[in-house]
C-alpha cells in the first residue's frame, strides 16, 4: 500500500491558457474512452465466442453445487499419556494435523488413509454412489485391485475414443535404501490403465517394464522411475512417453523417453539425458493446440523451473528454452490452457510432506509466468496450506465442459507407498485473481484458478453430451 508524502506539495495542473489545459483533457478522455471501448470489444466478443457454453454451464445445478464450499472439522486425538519424569525433562508440545498425517501410528489414520471397506469399487457400486470420486479413499479397478498409476497423467486417444491413465506403478514393499534416504519402491514399471468414464479404469498392463538384471540400464529395479506422461504424434503415428530418470541418491537427474504403436503399450525404452543440459527431477508434457509440445521440468536443484519445446518426433527437446519460477523452489507441475491463456499448478519442495499448492498464469507458455495465489478452496486452513494433503500431478481439460477441469493429485504414503492414494477434484477457471500481479502493474489480466474440495463429488450426469 502507497501513502502519500505529507511534506510534499500536492501536484497541481499549472496552465497559463485555460484553452490548452481544456484542449489537453478533451484529448486524453477521448484516448481513455477508446481504450474503454476496445476493452469492451474484447470482452465481448469473447464472450460471444463462448456465449453458449458459458449460459449452459454456469446455470447447471451440478456446477453451482461444486462450486459451494464444503468445510472440514477434524479434531486432534488428546495426547498420548507420558511418564512424570518424561514430561518434566522435555515438555510435550501440541501435535500439529501434518505431524498427524505423517504419524503412521496416529488415531486419525483412517481419515486420510480410508480402510478398504470404503473403496470406490465400480462393480459393486450402488445406483445412488455410481460415478462418485472420494478424494483419498481407495480406488479399485475392474478386477478388484488397488489402482496403480501414482504420479501420472491422463491421455485422450481419439482414435479409439478412450482415455488411459499412466503412472508408476509401486504394488511393492517400501524401504529405505539407506539411513538418510527417501522412501521408496523398487522399479516396476509404468501401469496403464483405460476408461470411457473417467470412473471405471480396466487394468491394461505394465506397458513400460523394469530392467530386473541389467544394473546399468535406466529402468534397473533399484534406479528411478517418476512421473510418466504420455501423448501422440499425429504425424509419426507414435504414442511417446516422457519420465523422471534417476539413481537411487537422486544424481542421475534425467529424463527418459520410450515410443508405443499403441496406447497400451508395450512402449520401447530410447535413452535418458539432462535436457538442455540441465538437471531434470519432477516433470511433465503439455500438448499445444497447434501441435507442438513442451517439456517441463524442475531444474537446478528444485530452484527453478524450465520449459523448452519438443522436436516434431516428440523424441528430444530442442535448443530453446526459457527458466521460469527462477528462485521459487517450485516442482510436481501440471499445466493445462484456458482461452489462450496458460496456467500451471505447483508444489512446493519438501520431499513426502504436503505443501501450499500455486497457481500460475501466462500468456506464452515459454514466459513470462505470474504467480496467481493459492488456487484451493473449501476444507479447512491446514487443508488448502497442504493441497488437501496432496501433490499435484495433472490437470485433465474437459472440452464439453467449458472452464471446467479435472485436478489430478497424489496423496503420499511414505510408509506404503503402494497405498498412497488419488485426490481428484473439481477445477473452474472464473473469477478474478486474489493477488496484484509482477508484469502487469498490478492489473490482473486472467481469470482465477479454483480447486474445489469435497469428500463426495461427480461430473453431471451424461456429461460428455451437455454441449
Known amino acids: 500500500m502507497r501513502f502519500k508524502n505529507k511534506s510534499r506539495s500536492p501536484t497541481t ?14 484529448v486524453w478522455s477521448i484516448v481513455g474512452c477508446l481504450l474503454l471501448l476496445q476493452l469492451y470489444s474484447f470482452i465481448s466478443q469473447k464472450d460471444a465466442h463462448y456465449g453458449g457454453a458459458y449460459l449452459r454451464i454456469d446455470q447447471h445445478p451440478h456446477f453451482r453445487e461444486l462450486e459451494e464450499v464444503e468445510e472440514e472439522n477434524i479434531q486432534l486425538p488428546p495426547p498420548r499419556k507420558r511418564s512424570p519424569r518424561a514430561a518434566k525433562r522435555k515438555p510435550k508440545r501440541p501435535t500439529t494435523l501434518i505431524e498427524e498425517f505423517l504419524d503412521e501410528s496416529s488415531q486419525l489414520r483412517h481419515v486420510f488413509f480410508p480402510g478398504q471397506r470404503t473403496a470406490i469399487d465400480p462393480r459393486m457400486s450402488f445406483e445412488n454412489d455410481t460415478y462418485y470420486y472420494y478424494p483419498g479413499r481407495m480406488w479399485l479397478d475392474t478386477e478388484g485391485n488397488p489402482i496403480q498409476a501414482h504420479g501420472g497423467g491422463i491421455l485422450y486417444d481419439q482414435r479409439t475414443k478412450m482415455y488411459y491413465w499412466y503412472g508408476e506403478y509401486k504394488d511393492g514393499p517400501t524401504y529405505h535404501a539407506h539411513k538418510k534416504g527417501a522412501a521408496r519402491v523398487d522399479v516396476i514399471g509404468v501401469g496403464c490403465y483405460s476408461s470411457k468414464d473417467l470412473w471405471t479404469w480396466k487394468n491394461e498392463g505394465i506397458v513400460l517394464a523394469a530392467e530386473g538384471n541389467n544394473e546399468t540400464h535406466d529402468l534397473y529395479k533399484l534406479n528411478v522411475l517418476e512421473r510418466p506422461k504420455v501423448i501422440y504424434n499425429e504425424k509419426t503415428g507414435k504414442y511417446v512417453m516422457w519420465m523422471h530418470i534417476d539413481d537411487t541418491n537422486y544424481t542421475k537427474a534425467s529424463a527418459g523417453v520410450a515410443i508405443s504403436d499403441y496406447p497400451t503399450g508395450p512402449f520401447d525404452y530410447l535413452y535418458s539425458k539432462r535436457p538442455h543440459g540441465y538437471e531434470s527431477r519432477d516433470m511433465t508434457l503439455f500438448k499445444d493446440e497447434d501441435g507442438i509440445a513442451y517439456l517441463v521440468y524442475s531444474s537446478e536443484d528444485n530452484s527453478e523451473l524450465h520449459i523448452g519445446p519438443l522436436n516434431e518426433e516428440y523424441t528430444d527437446a530442442t535448443q530453446a ?5 527462477v528462485g521459487q523452489h517450485r516442482e510436481a507441475p501440471a499445466l493445462f490452457k484456458h482461452e489462450g491463456t496458460y496456467y500451471m499448478i505447483t508444489s512446493g519442495c ?11 498464469a501466462a500468456e506464452s507458455i515459454m514466459g513470462p509466468w ?8 473449501g476444507g479447512n486452513q491446514v487443508f488448502r496450506q497442504t493441497t488437501f494433503f496432496a501433490q499435484s500431478t495433472f490437470v485433465l481439460p474437459l472440452p464439453e465442459l467449458h472452464g471446467s477441469f479435472i485436478f489430478m493429485a497424489d496423496r503420499w504414503n511414505p510408509a506404503d507407498l503402494k497405498d498412497s492414494r488419488y485426490v481428484w477434484l473439481p477445477l473452474r477457471v472464473a473469477g478474478p485473481v486474489d493477488q496484484p500481479l509482477e508484469y502487469n502493474f498490478g492489473f490482473p489480466l486472467w481469470s482465477r484458478v479454483s480447486i ?15 454441449i
Open 13 to 26: 495542473l499549472r496552465c497559463n491558457a485555460g484553452r490548452r489545459c481544456s484542449f489537453s483533457i478533451l
Open 321 to 325: 528454452m526459457r527458466r521460469v519460477l
Open 350 to 360: 519438501t520431499g513426502w510432506a504436503p505443501n501450499e499448492a500455486l497457481a500460475h
Open 370 to 377: 505470474e504467480t496467481i495465489g493459492n488456487p484451493c478452496i
Open 452 to 466: 474445489y474440495w469435497h469428500k463426495r463429488w461427480r461430473l453431471p450426469y451424461r456429461w460428455q453430451e451437455i
